[in-house]
C-alpha cells in the first residue's frame, strides 16, 4: 500500500525560508518521478516542482524558478522541497505526488503561510 506523508510546512515572514519534505512507502521510490503541487484557497491545483528519478532535467514552474529547488535522497525515499524567499503568493497547501502504473497517489498535505 502507497503512502506518501509531507511534513515542514508552517508560518514564515515574507522573505523567509522552509523545507518541506515528503516521505513515500509501498512502492519502488527510485524508479518514479517526485512532484510537488500546491493549491492555494479557491485555486485549482498546480504543479510546482518535479524532479525525475535520477534527479536530472527538474522542472519548476515560473512562478518558483530561482527560489525553490527540488531535491531526493533516494535511500531515504524522500524529496525535499527548499523554499526560499517566499512571498505571500506562496501561501498554500503543498502536496506530494507520484504516478505509477498503478495511478497517481497523494499525500495529506502541509500548510504553507507566508504572512508578516
Known amino acids: 500500500q502507497v503512502h506518501i506523508v509531507e511534513s515542514g510546512g508552517g508560518l514564515v515572514q515574507p522573505g523567509g525560508s522552509l523545507r518541506l519534505s515528503c516521505t513515500a512507502s509501498g512502492f519502488r521510490f527510485d524508479n518514479y518521478a517526485m512532484s510537488w503541487y500546491r493549491q492555494a484557497p479557491g485555486k485549482e491545483r498546480e504543479l510546482v516542482a518535479t524532479?525525475?528519478?535520477?534527479?536530472?532535467?527538474?522542472y519548476y514552474a515560473d512562478f518558483v524558478k530561482g527560489r525553490f529547488t527540488i531535491s531526493r535522497d533516494n535511500a531515504k525515499n524522500t524529496v525535499y522541497l527548499q523554499m526560499n524567499s517566499l512571498k505571500p503568493e506562496d501561501t498554500a497547501v503543498y502536496y506530494c505526488?507520484?504516478?505509477?502504473?498503478?495511478?497517481?497517489?497523494w499525500g495529506q498535505g502541509t500548510q504553507v503561510t507566508v504572512s508578516s
Open positions: 505526488n507520484t504516478r505509477t502504473p498503478l495511478g497517481g497517489y
Open positions: 524532479i525525475p528519478r535520477t534527479s536530472y532535467s527538474t
